[in-house]
Nanobody, 124 residues
Framework: QVQLVESGGGLVQAGGSLRLSCAAS????????VGWFRQAPGKDREFVAV????????YYGDSVKGRFTISRDNAKNIVYLQLNSLKPEDTAVYYC?????????????????WGQGTQVTVSG
């Protein structure tokens, strides 16, 4: 069992930055693959980024590549998502999710554990 809690969302102007955090508890955190997804009103949930259990491999969605960075601190049981050069189209609820089979995935259906989400709003 893994519990996830996101934080760090907020309102920011276009071009600004935010850092989201995903705090985990439960199962040994270093053994989980963690992904970030986002969902805007009226749209499907979209893959943002994923990081493997030891943090050596990361992968990003095309819409955020070069602007967002995912990282993890296994000693603190936290995964971060740094959001830079934000655009109004980045406005969404951002969710972190975890899977424990150690293979990374970009589809939300493969993730068993989910946080409650944190709202990011980018004003133009």
């Amino acid at each position: 069992q893994v519990q996830l809690v996101e934080s760090g969302g907020g309102l920011v102007q276009a071009g600004g930055s935010l850092r989201l955090s995903c705090a985990a508890s439960g199962r040994t955190f270093s053994e989980t693959v963690v992904g970030w997804f986002r969902q805007a009103p009226g749209k499907d949930r979209e893959f943002v980024a994923v990081i493997r259990s030891r943090g050596s491999v990361t992968y990003y969605g095309d819409s955020v590549k070069g602007r967002f960075t995912i990282s993890r601190d296994n000693a603190k049981n936290i995964v971060y998502l740094q959001l830079n050069s934000l655009k109004p189209e980045d406005t969404a609820v951002y969710y972190c999710a975890a899977k424990t089979d150690l293979t990374y995935a970009t589809e939300s259906r493969y993730y068993r554990y989910w946080g409650q989400g944190t709202q990011v709003t980018v004003s133009g």
